[in-house]
Every structure is written in structure tokens, then in C-alpha cells.
């Protein structure tokens, strides 16, 4: 979830193709060390410095299905204490920056410009002095946690990827602590465990972790779910913007609705259907299939019904791949985004599909 950073060498398998045969291969790639110190440190001044004019490209894949197996890949770079410090600070505001990692990219400056909208100012995604100003704190936005014996319960098996292994399963939880606690500080598995080098994730350890803040409160009324900017708005009965968040919404074979259409409903922990016939067939399965709940489900830990059939906003297993892949036309969220604007809905508002 110093002063400087200490590189270590990560090693990590991969693939590649050699002679038409998959042939293993390591790879070393450095992998930064952080502090609590540094994050809480870091001047916000620098993150325009290094801040990106351009957008990643939207990756379309056919479908996204729970991760499997204990291995993570290695951060491909250093994360940048400043990103992580305005990240943690863009979440407290309202404004998701998705997971917190401490790389720049448009998911952050969809929140720069959606905080910017919030203080009415010209949301241009500029961090200029006034907004850096406004969101700037001297308070600690890195904190620590002890892990608790509770803390280990739930955590499962490691699941396949096959929907008719998972159907026999009991419970699609998490796979390992560290992902546990990684959601639940709403971060990047990875940076958390970069955070905390040496850390075994066992109970009685205490951990940095982010400071995030509380959970966005208030009655959103009506949303806006923006298919060009992806992202989904909420706001309030005065017509202003209360929560912002970085959002799949379908893709490019598998488009989202047009026009309006409202909450009928709202499931935390809910099961998953999968029927072939109706959305789209996961390799050799042909039945129709009832996937246990859980975080790691195609739909997270939130399900928000739509008055269109089949379509609803949801949580996600992969919460670093929001905003880079694409849906089956729904929208999708990272579990804790989700699961906060559940609180803040109910049946009969409207979404409004944009773009």
C-alpha cells in the first residue's frame, strides 16, 4: 500500500516466445523502497513537474476475470512520493484518484479537474497555486495500522480463472492479506507492499498505510456517467458535485446504455450469474453458472442494479485496472468507490449515460 529511495533488484518470471515454445525468463527490474516519512514529506509543488499531458490509451480486453496465484508483478518504476501524497489527498476531497499507487496517469487528473469543479474553479486538470493550495494539508496523509488476528479471516484459497471451478467454491475472498489490506487503504497491493519492505502481513504487525479519511457522506441524487472522460459523477440536490470516481464503462464491442435509466436496487456481497446466452461466453462454459460472493467476483463486493436489464455499476476483483481495460457495458468501480457511493444512493436515481 528516508529521504531517498534504496532501488532493490526484483526478480520476477515471465514468458516469452522462443522457437514457437513458451520458455521461462527472469527479469530484474528495480523496485523502490518508500517511507512514511517521505510521502508525508513530499512537496506537491513537484507533481507538476513530472505531471503528464497525455492519457494512456483504453485497453479493450474480452473479459476480466479474478487473479489467480500469489505472484505479483514488479512495479515497472519508482512511484513519486508527491503523486502518492496528492492521490491520498484528492480521495479525501471526494475526488477518486482510484488506487493509490504514486504514478501519474489520467486517472489523477480526471480528479484534479473533478476537485477543481468542486471549489469552483476552472477545471482545466492545471495544478496551478490555488489548487494546490486548496488541497494541501499539513496533516500526516501516511498512517499506520496493526494487523489484527480478525484481520486473517476470510482469506481463501488461491482462485482459478475457470467460472465452473469458481461456482464450486464457497466464498471469492481475498487471496492473501496484503491484497485484504491493500483495498481496504484503498491502494495498489504492490505499493503497499513497497511501503512496508520486510513486512510479513502477520497479526500484532503494524503497517503504513494511506490516511485516506473517512468515507464521502450526503445524498446523491442524481449521476453522470461520463463515457468519454470515463468517469462517473454524483451530485447533490443543491446540483453540486459530491463524488467523483475513475470508471470503466463498456467498451468498444460491448457498449454501455444511452439516454437515463435509474437504481432499482442495491446488493452488497452479490452473487454473479453468468449465462452465456445473455452476455458473453468464458472459455469452454456453456451453462448457465451462479458464482459465490466476494471481492475478488467479476462484480467486487457491489452490485447497484440498473432499470436496464443486465446492467448495473459494480465493484471490481483487478481495482488497478479501472479506466484501463474495458466493460461489458457496465460501469465499473474500484470495490471501495463502489461500496462508498452505495451509501449515498438509492432506488429511483437516475444515471445519465453521456458521450
Given amino acids: 500500500m528516508s529521504t531517498a529511495f534504496n532501488i532493490m533488484a526484483a526478480v520476477f518470471a515471465s514468458n516469452v516466445l522462443m522457437g514457437g515454445q513458451a520458455v521461462a525468463q527472469e527479469t530484474v527490474i528495480p523496485q523502490p523502497e518508500l517511507s512514511a516519512e517521505l510521502i508525508n514529506g513530499a512537496p506537491l509543488s513537484a507533481v507538476p513537474e513530472i505531471y503528464q499531458a497525455t492519457p494512456a490509451p483504453l485497453q479493450v480486453v474480452a473479459e476480466l476475470e479474478p487473479a489467480t496465484g500469489p505472484a505479483l508483478s514488479p512495479l515497472p518504476k519508482r512511484p513519486d512520493p508527491a ?161 467523483a470516481y475513475p470508471a470503466t464503462i463498456g467498451s468498444e464491442d460491448n457498449p454501455s446504455p444511452s439516454g437515463t435509466h435509474v437504481i432499482e436496487a442495491i446488493a452488497p456481497e452479490p452473487t454473479y450469474t453468468y449465462n452465456p446466452a445473455i452476455n458473453f461466453q468464458q472459455g469452454e462454459n456453456t451453462q448457465v453458472l451462479t458464482l459465490p460472493p466476494g471481492p475478488n467476483g467479476p462484480v467486487g463486493s457491489m452490485w447497484i442494479d440498473l432499470s436496464e436489464p443486465t446492467y448495473g455499476i459494480h465493484g471490481t476483483p483487478e481495482p488497478s485496472l479501472i479506466d484501463k481495460v474495458g466493460s461489458h457495458g457496465c460501469i465499473r468501480l474500484t470495490n471501495w468507490d463502489a461500496t462508498e457511493l452505495a451509501q449515498m444512493v438509492k432506488s429511483g436515481v437516475g444515471v445519465a449515460f453521456l458521450g
Avoid at 147 to 159: F, K, T
Avoid at 173 to 200: C, T, V, W
Fill in 83 to 243: 503523486v502518492a501524497r496528492l492521490q491520498i489527498l484528492l480521495d479525501r476531497a471526494g475526488t477518486s484518484p482510484g488506487v493509490i499507487d504514486g504514478f501519474d496517469g489520467d486517472n489523477v487528473r480526471k480528479a484534479v479537474r473533478a476537485f477543481e469543479t468542486m471549489q469552483g474553479l476552472p477545471a482545466d486538470g492545471a495544478l496551478d497555486p490555488d489548487t494546490l493550495f486548496r488541497l494541501d494539508t499539513s496533516e500526516a496523509v501516511i498512517g499506520s495500522y496493526t494487523i489484527a488476528q480478525d484481520d486473517l479471516a476470510g482469506i481463501v484459497a488461491p482462485l482459478p480463472r475457470d467460472y465452473a471451478e469458481l461456482a464450486q467454491r464457497d466464498s471469492l475472498g481475498y487471496e492473501r492479506l496484503s491484497e485484504k489490506l491493500a483495498e481496504r487503504f484503498h491502494m495498489d497491493e504492490q505499493f503497499l507492499i513497497a511501503l512496508n519492505p520486510g513486512a510479513r502481513f502477520e497479526a500484532g504487525e503494524t503497517l503504513a498505510v494511506a490516511a485516506y479519511g473517512p468515507d464521502r457522506t450526503g445524498e446523491v441524487i442524481y449521476l453522470e456517467a461520463d463515457k468519454t472522460n470515463r468517469q462517473l459523477r454524483g451530485y447533490g440536490a443543491d446540483g453540486s458535485l459530491l463524488v
